[in-house]
């Protein structure tokens, strides 16, 4: 099953984060730590498994996959599963009210739903998205009783502007069009000084109308910017909502070969669109390893890093190796008849991308045929092939070899040269006029003469000619 996702990003900023204990986050400010955060709560909602829609099993793994990711940052996460329209809105409400408060201000809290979302494009040019709960009507069937079954996704806007909490994200993994916030949008800031002011930020998966596999390419890159360094761009040990974006745009425009392109901005809000937010990376050694991805454009065979086998690769597969160590690889692919192979560098904390793909020999030519006056069915090889008509005649990709060619009364053999053309000229072969043989005439003078045979059984006849 297929779906478009798009991620939310609702976030006020902070400065560099020094992470202390869970749930609690310390701020750093000119050598001294302030506290940013008290507590880190997450609500997790994913539907997998619907009524009228498509399942869509990979959002359980994704699901999972999200929640143990934002425990290892110090999150106290809530998960519900496959909620009808009521307990959705009723996740939503509970959650907001009892860590969304006044009483929370100094809080972090964190909303992700993956599953089914829907667009609809009004009469008067507008769109609507919709986040789709698990008991929802398919809009073909009624759209009027879709939309009262769903949430829209502009109540979103009124959950981010009455929660109190110090920083909010809304992440959305589903199914709408990656235009849904373009009316919000405004181009994104880079890091400043300013970055204790506040935020909403936007990240979204695609462009309108893009669809991407169930299986998430935008959720496995997320996982992968929050538990490594790799989107860290400044190496800082710490994660922006800017270099998220960044990161997520670069990464999932390459692996889904191009036909994802996230985007990513801020809220039109002259106080909402001023900061950054911030994750603080888990602390360690600077990285010596870094990755390698191969993607297989045309080569099938086994695959070698630095003489090491790792695994047979396919035509069309795109392969990762993060183990590498910094400095020069050779990769090979044992492939018939042609064997690919390239030297690479690796970076310590980067990915080096490549493509195997070898240039297959050319084995085709072409055959011109030029018909003076035939316009009949052509065979080659005694197979039909097209009927000529009367001038020129153009065949491609014709393998390499000897052929022979007939149309009506002309036959040719020729033989096609790789990479080459050909060019014949076939003309109708005319019959000479049969000639009919006549008996001899013979002048015969007036007189008479006796017709017919001696033999007395046959009536003999008497003629007379006379001169004319």
Known sequence: MNKKIVLLFLALTMQLLTFAQRGLLLLEIDGEETQLYKESYALVIGVSDYTYWPDLPGVKKDVAKVKTALEKHGFTVTSVDNPTLLELKNAFDTFIEKYGNADKKETRLLIYFAGHGHTIITNYGDTLGYIVPKDAPNPNNNEAKFQSAVMLMKQIDN????????????????????????????????????????????????????????????????????????????????????????????????????????????????????????????SGPPPTTGALQITSKNVTGKLYIDNIYRETITEGAVKTYSDLTTGVHAVRIASTPTEWTEKIMIIAGQTTYITAEIEKPITTGTLIINSTNITAKLYINDIYYLTLIIGKNTINNLEKGTYTLKADTWTETVTITANKTTTVTATKIEEEPKVINLPEMVKITGRAFTMGASDLSYTEHSVTLSDY
């Not at 109308?209 to 910017?225: R, Y």
């Not at 710490?238 to 974006?245: A, M, V």
């Open 159 to 282: 959950y981010a502007l009455t929660i109190q909490a110090k920083h909010s994200i809304f992440l959305f993994d589903a199914c709408f069009s990656g235009s849904l916030f373009s009316t919000q949008r405004a181009i994104p800031q880079e890091i400043n000084d300013k970055t204790k002011l506040d935020v909403r930020q936007f990240i979204t998966s695609g462009s309108i109308d893009e669809t991407v596999p169930d299986e998430s390419i935008f959720c496995e890159q997320l996982i992968e910017a929050l538990t490594t360094d790799y989107a860290d761009n400044n190496k800082d040990g710490y994660l922006t909502g800017t270099e998220l974006g960044k990161y997520l745009q670069t990464n999932v425009i390459n692996y889904s070969k191009d036909t994802q392109h996230p985007q990513y901005g801020k809220i039109k809000h002259p106080k909402l669109d001023k900061g950054d937010f911030v994750f603080k990376l888990e």
